[in-house]
């Protein structure tokens, strides 16, 4: 499905990506994990078409989209739920869906950007029920929701997340990773960015640790969860437990 090969990118002269590979397989859900600044949200904003890359190769679908500009890797079927949400604070709930669903909404009629709507709130019911709401009157939580939504109105194959979790209540943290699967069974691939490694290892079947814009590690999530530099790192464990 996604295929990176060698990415490497950066702004100004500040090289962030220093020669990332990794693939998604169709219908996986994947996570990247990595610490403040190792560059993952770089590293989806590169497959965005956001920021530029300097070298390297992106393959979605067998078709190379290293390069192209949002709209057009959209419309190759991948979106981004970007970190920080950015929704559109002045619009409401339903404006804001129907702008993940503009670039395709030249193919589509108003019967198929309804249909994506219903998808959505049937997804995330609370955004129904808020639907004429500001969206900068929502919650933390449901912005969260809200950005997924529009991601997903584009009726992508590949979504990409970032760090869906970030200044959430354990609660509604809990009710996001729950529609994933969901998503997985709607035939969607995932690539799941997170500081909480945890949770997203949980949820993933596969994972890669980012360090310094550098993959150092990968794996199958248990065997992820079970690393004792992973525990150490990134899972809060202390590896010197008296048990050892
Ligand atoms: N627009 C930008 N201009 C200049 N430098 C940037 C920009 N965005 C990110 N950086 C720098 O690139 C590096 C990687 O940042 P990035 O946001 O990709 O990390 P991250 O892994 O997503 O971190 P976090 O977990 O905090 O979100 C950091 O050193 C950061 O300061
Ligand atoms: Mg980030």
């Known amino acids: 499905m996604l295929r990176i090969l060698n990415l490497e990118t950066g702004y100004g002269r500040l090289r962030v ?60 079927g991948c979106s981004l739920s970007p970190e920080g949400r950015q929704v559109f604070g002045p619009m409401t709930v339903r404006e804001n869906l129907l ?15 309804e249909a994506a709507l219903e998808e959505v709130y049937g997804l995330f019911e609370v955004l129904r029920q808020r639907r004429d709401q500001l969206a900068g009157t929502l919650s933390g939580g449901e912005q969260q929701m809200l950005a997924i939504g529009r991601a997903l109105m584009a009726r992508p194959r590949l979504v990409m997340m970032d760090e869906p979790s970030l200044g959430i209540a354990p609660r509604v943290v809990q009710m996001i990773y729950e529609t994933l699967p969901e998503l997985k069974r709607r035939g969607m691939t995932l690539l799941l960015v997170e500081q909480n490694a945890r949770a997203a290892l949980r949820v993933a ?40």
Request: charged share 25%; aromatic share 4%; hydrophobic share 35%.
């Open 17 to 76: 990506l220093k020669g990332v590979s990794l693939h998604v397989s169709s219908g996986e859900i994947v996570t990247l994990i990595g610490a403040n600044g190792a560059g993952k949200s770089t590293l989806l904003s590169c497959v965005a078409g956001v920021v530029r890359p300097w070298a390297g190769e992106v393959v979605l679908n067998g078709r190379p989209i290293t390069g192209l500009p949002p709209e057009q890797v959209v419309a190759s």
């Open 99 to 113: 702008m993940g669903g503009y670039v395709r909404r030249g193919e589509r009629g108003r019967e198929e950007t």
């Open 205 to 244: 079947d596969r994972g890669y640790v980012l360090e310094t814009g550098q993959i150092v590690c990968e794996g199958d999530s248990e065997e992820l969860l079970g690393n004792r530099e992973v525990q150490r790192a990134y899972l809060g464990k202390d590896y010197r437990r008296i048990d050892e």
